[in-house]
Nanobody
C-alpha cells in the first residue's frame, strides 16, 4: 500500500517556525522525487519545494526561497520541510507528493499524494 503521511502542521505566529515531515512507504523511495505543495482557501494548489536525491538537487518557489529548507533522510524514507520566518501568506494545507519525473515547482502532476497538514500563521 502506497502511503505518504504528512505531520508537523499547526498554528504559529508570524515570524515563527515549523518543521513538516513526510513519511513515505509502499514504493521505491529512491526512484522518486518528493515535492511539497500547498493550497490556501480559494486559491490554486502551488508548488513550494522539491527534492531530487538522485540528482542531489533542491528547488524552491520564489516566495519561500531563503526561508524554507527541504531535506531528506533516505534511511527513514522521510522528507522534511523546515519553515522559518513564517508569514500569514504561508497559511495553507501543505501536501507532500511523489513522482518519477524530475522536480518542477510549476507542475502539479504527481503519482502519489498525502492527505495534507494544516499550517496557520497569525499576524
Amino acid at each position: 500500500e502506497v502511503q505518504l503521511v504528512e505531520s508537523g502542521g499547526g498554528l504559529v505566529q508570524a515570524g515563527g517556525s515549523l518543521r513538516l515531515s513526510c513519511a513515505a512507504s509502499g514504493f521505491t523511495f529512491d526512484d522518486y522525487v518528493i515535492g511539497w505543495l500547498r493550497q490556501a482557501p480559494g486559491k490554486e494548489r502551488e508548488g513550494v519545494s522539491c527534492i531530487s536525491s538522485s540528482a542531489g538537487s533542491t528547488y524552491y518557489a520564489d516566495s519561500v526561497e531563503g526561508r524554507f529548507t527541504i531535506s531528506s533522510d533516505n534511511a527513514k524514507n522521510t522528507v522534511y520541510l523546515q519553515m522559518n520566518s513564517l508569514k500569514p501568506e504561508d497559511t495553507a494545507v501543505y501536501y507532500c507528493a511523489a513522482r518519477r519525473r524530475q522536480c518542477s515547482i510549476s507542475s502539479n502532476v504527481f503519482a502519489f499524494w498525502g492527505q495534507g497538514t494544516q499550517v496557520a500563521v497569525s499576524s
